[in-house]
């Protein structure tokens, strides 16, 4: 019933790196502490062919940007203390996602679409929770669908009262689906709007305007169009104010992230992804440098972008979203951390000690992002420890990320593991646990002994601890892992993703993990169904001139 | 708070005295009514006795009842044209089935939508007119204003009929924010555009009532045709007294053209400013301005919305049951012209999704037979000059045409171009000034302002020297 008009296969390949001067779609503006960022999306350049970015709807190419506007934020301009996003249009804040484009586009492409959106919108809410710039969304017109889940994803949404501009959520009266980016949960789990005026508020096309948003809690603000600008800058200034100075901090430049494409591989300073589309598997190998580096923050600092640690998670993260977005085939990637793992736990020695440093502080929470992007990426990932790894302190968790954790132990080889400081809860996973508490939910004393007596582990102890779902030895090794792989590889990619979005996330939820969980799994079923997607689905009539005809059978 | 004495104070026929919801919803938004009349209605004429028509029933000889009333003593009615046996959805996916009674669940918020925008314009053009009363340029001009302001009160009350009577409480607070917008108002704006601009001059009063009022003629044939039967009863009634506005619009604009060519006649050689009459250039450039305004009000070219409105049998195309054959209308295309990377391309949209375009060309049609009108004027005056109505792509502040420039004739032009170029298509700020110079009121008896000719008859077969109003 399925109705997939593939992307077209001439369509490069989706690059990730952008910079302000480059942006298409925002305005990013820094005026001191308060910083601006506009969104004036370009209706006709959109990331693919076929539809038109109008009134300020986006694609993924829109929120490639955004994110790149949020991470530069942070990085280079730390004096910023308030983020104000607002719209360029006049009447309209943001349409939400391009309808058009979803139509089109592939069951795949919608998911990661939805994915990457949400990933960007829980990094605005970290860059408030982590980074302490507080955020406000200044809507300045109509706010629908997307559009409005941005603004959820804001502190504070001051929204304009002109007897028109409204709220909405129109995605199930007008599309058939969900809003797809965290919209649901956030109305009722943060903004903790009544359930049964968020279930009216998310069947009405129209959306809520003036009074009624905020004494339903949907915005926080109110402005006459007469007194709005004035509004909004006075808020900027009220947040601004409510964190402390810090006009001293130097930003450093970011830059382009660099790397070389190959024939199957793509190589960057630190990090080498290869891949073979017709095994379906790919393998990353992430490289540690001889030298811990850094022994002080100025150190830190100086190197900037360079730092090898920073430079390094730019590139896993890169990385990730390739294998997301341009690699669909991939089904298994097999991670290796190559390098000594005292450089690793010793570099972790140093991000503990002068975590106060925004910038080490800074990269630390990066680290914490790109590895729950991996938790969240829909790979197989077995993670293989054999001869010249390193997977210890923040580079454990890349085998703790992993579905498997396969230990060399041979007496020929010298393989250890290392557990270390910020193993305890400096990257904690989307539902709130760190790595270590999500691996041994049953056994939480385990956790604990680990962090005791944090430091080397050798792969015989690393079996012994639970570390390690099977040690093999040099003559077992190449053929066991060979089948290993191959056997998952098999597998159906639509299984095995299910399975692994259950078995990763044990324990408790958080909101972001209700939304990854519950929203994107409701969300992915639906944009399956006849009634989003089939021939006479509403995603497919909508725009047209046919109306859309249910199957009115509740599952 | 005085009881409302129903049955003579609105009249009407969807028997009101006897609907209880009905009484109470009217009972709160009647004197709020008043109060905005008094308000944002015609400025200092309450007191005044004006001979004006009220519609006292549908019947053929009950709709044009004249006598002296004082405006704000006019009896508002509520009139439905009379019920069709077995009136069937003429139009989209449901066309042959029943027509709508009550609202359909599943359209509620849709026909909401659709009848709050066509509310809100009908006080936004009586506060856009307030204050011309105090430059008329003849009784019999002033009256007409009046008639026209009452009615457009009027249609608000026949709107808010159908918000209090089918759509409850939601319906209740749309009706009284029609009273809380204000036209050209930042903070409160009416929804439309063009209903925010303001009315200065007589001059932009007949252009309104020219082409904004027969915008209003075509949304209304639209909804006329609605599956809901009480909108479509309603608007067909509007329609009756619609003629009336086009009529003032039409011949307003006529007499000033009459008059600047009897001005030229007069005095050819000279520039016709000079005897206080209004320059048949500048006549073109209100026309360029208000026609452009005026087709922004159809929405965009090609429109979801509209696609959705005719599928679900809640808007239709004018004369929609007598002109059209295949009321589903789901096979058809239109060809619409683009304009992409500098170059106006043609493309053929499903025609559901045309059908704002649709409306908009039998629109302009229908404004061709105005500029018509005026040639035939300048024709018999022998002036050499043609009036012309602008490209519909020129000016346009919403569609396809939006963000790019044309020139009158639809040339594309660069932004530059037209901005430098913009004075001589549009009125400047000294033109403006000009006509507002010449609206120096005149109310005596039989008199009238030297910019434009007095009209061929009077209203009601009353002689132009009438006392259409008591001052």
Redesign the interface.
């Known amino acids: 019933m399925t109705v997939e008009t593939p992307s077209p296969t001439a369509a490069p390949p989706v690059d990730f790196r952008t910079s302000p001067d480059r942006y298409r779609h925002w305005r990013l503006a820094v005026d001191g502490d308060v910083a601006r960022l506009t969104m004036a999306v370009d209706p006709k350049q959109g990331i693919r062919p076929g539809y038109e970015l109008k009134l300020n709807s986006y694609d993924l190419g829109v929120d490639v940007e955004l994110a790149d506007a949020v991470q530069r934020l942070r990085f280079e301009h730390p004096g910023v203390r308030c983020l104000v996003i607002d719209g360029a249009l006049d009447k309209v804040f943001c349409a939400g996602a391009n309808i058009q484009m979803l139509r089109q586009s592939e069951h795949g492409w919608k998911v990661n679409f939805c994915k990457y959106t949400n990933e960007t919108r829980v990094y605005l809410e970290d860059l408030a929770e982590a980074s302490g710039v507080r955020t406000l969304a200044a809507l300045n017109g109509a706010t629908a669908g997307g559009g409005y889940e941005l603004a959820l994803a804001c502190e504070r949404i001051l929204l304009i ?4 501009s409204a709220v909405s959520l129109p995605e199930v ?1 007008l599309l058939a689906v969900l809003p797809g980016t965290g919209g649901l949960t956030r109305v009722v789990d943060k903004r903790k709007v009544r359930r049964d005026l968020a279930d009216v508020f998310c069947t ?3 959306g809520v305007r003036g009074k009624k948003a905020l004494q339903w809690r949907l915005v926080d603000h109110l402005a ?3 007194r709005f600008a004035e509004e909004r800058d006075r808020l900027a200034r009220e947040l601004a104010d409510s964190v402390p100075d810090r006009s001293d901090r130097v930003g450093v430049p970011l830059g382009d992230l660099a790397f070389e494409d190959g024939a199957g591989r793509r190589t960057y300073r630190y990090v080498t992804l290869s891949w073979d589309e017709d095994a379906r598997t790919a393998e990353l190998e992430v490289r540690l440098p001889d030298e811990a580096g850094p022994k002080l923050p100025e150190e830190a600092h100086a190197a900037g972008r360079d730092w090898w640690f920073l430079d390094l998670f730019r590139a896993v993260d890169d990385a990730l979203l390739h294998l997301r977005i341009n690699l669909p085939c991939v089904n298994l990637v097999t991670v290796r951390v190559v390098g000594d793992p005292r450089v690793a736990l010793e570099h972790d020695r140093f991000l503990t000690e002068y975590r106060g440093d925004w910038f080490v502080h800074e990269v630390v929470h990066f680290a914490k992002r790109v590895l729950k992007r991996m938790d969240l990426s829909a790979k197989s990932f077995f993670a293989l420890a054999d001869a010249g790894t390193a997977f210890a302190g923040t580079f454990l968790e890349f085998g703790l990320a992993a579905d498997r954790l396969y230990v060399l132990d041979d007496p020929d080889e010298e393989v250890f593991l290392g557990v270390g400081l910020l193993n305890g809860g400096d990257y904690p996973m989307s539902h709130g646990l760190t790595r270590l508490e999500a691996r041994f939910y049953g056994e939480p004393e385990r956790v604990a002994r680990l962090l005791e007596s944090p430091g080397l582990v050798p792969a015989s102890a690393a079996d012994e601890l639970g570390l390690a779902t099977e040690a093999l030895d040099l003559i077992d090794w190449e053929d066991q892992i060979r089948v290993y792989v191959e056997e998952r590889a098999s597998m159906s990619p639509d299984a095995l993703t299910g399975m692994e979005a259950n078995l990763r996330f044990p324990g408790p939820e958080t909101m972001e993990s209700r939304i990854f969980g519950r929203l994107t799994a409701w969300q992915n079923w639906i944009f399956q169904r006849p009634n989003a997607v089939g021939a006479e689905g509403a995603l497919q009539c ?6 859309p005809a249910f199957d009115y059978r509740r599952t | 708070m005085t009881k409302i004495d129903y049955s003579s104070k609105i009249p009407n026929n969807v028997d009101l005295a006897s609907d209880k919801r009905l009484q109470r919803a009217l009972e709160r938004w009647q004197p709020a009514y008043l109060e905005w009349w008094h308000e944002m209605g015609p400025s200092d004429f309450d007191s005044n006795e004006v001979y004006l028509r009220t519609a006292v029933s549908v019947e053929p000889d009950g709709w044009a009842h004249f006598g002296y009333v004082r405006m704000p003593e006019y009896r508002w009615g509520i009139f439905l044209e009379p019920k069709e046996a077995d009136r069937r959805i003429p139009f989209g996916d449901f066309a042959g089935q029943p027509a709508w009674d009550e609202v359909p669940g599943e359209y509620r918020a849709d026909l909401r939508r659709i009848i709050v925008t066509q509310a809100d314009t009908e006080p936004a053009s009586v506060e856009q007119q307030r204050l011309l009363g105090h430059t008329a340029p003849s009784l019999y001009d002033l009256r007409n204003l009046f008639q026209v302001n009452v009615e457009e009160g009027r249609h608000l009350w026949a709107m808010v009929y159908l918000l209090h009577r089918y759509f409850g409480k939601d319906g209740r607070e749309e009706a009284e924010e029609l009273l809380e917008r204000r036209s050209g108002n930042p903070d409160r704006p009416r929804i439309l555009t063009t209903f925010n601009e303001p009315i200065e001059t007589w001059l932009d009063f007949f252009m309104f009532t020219m082409f904004t009022d027969r915008d209003g003629k075509f949304q209304l044939l639209a909804l006329a045709e609605s599956g809901f039967d009480p909108l479509a009863r309603t608007t067909r009634f509007m329609l009756t007294e619609e003629a009336h506005h086009l009529f003032v619009g039409q011949t307003g604009v006529g007499r000033v053209v009459q008059r600047t060519a009897e001005v030229m006649r007069e005095h050819p050689d000279s520039d016709p400013r000079e005897h206080g009459a209004i320059p048949l250039p500048l006549l073109q450039k209100y026309i360029h301005f208000w026609v452009s305004s005026c087709n922004d009000l159809y929405g965009s070219e090609v429109s979801s919305n509209a696609a959705n409105y005719f599928a679900a049998g809640l808007k239709g195309r004018a004369y929609e049951e007598k002109k059209y054959e295949d009321h589903r209308a789901l096979d058809e295309s239109m060809v619409i012209e683009k304009f992409e990377d500098g170059r106006l391309v043609s493309e053929e949209v499903p025609l559901r999704n045309a059908l704002n375009e649709l409306l908009r060309r039998e629109y302009i049609q229908d404004n061709q037979k105005g500029i018509d009108y005026w040639n035939r004027i300048l024709d018999k005056y022998d002036v050499d000059f043609e009036f012309r109505l602008p490209n519909p792509r020129f000016n346009r502040k919403i569609g396809l045409y939006a963000g790019s420039h044309f020139d009158p004739d639809g040339n594309p032009v660069s932004r530059d171009e037209f901005e430098r170029r913009r004075g001589e298509w549009l009125p400047t700020a000294e033109e403006r000034d000009y006509v507002k110079s010449l609206m120096q009121p005149v109310l005596e008896r039989g008199k009238i302002a030297g910019w434009i000719a007095p009209p061929k008859k009077g209203i009601n077969g009353q002689p132009f020297d009438f006392e259409y109003v008591r001052l």
């Open positions: 009262d002109d007897s028109q009266p009405l096309a129209e006459p169009s007469s909508y725009g047209t001139p046919r109306r």
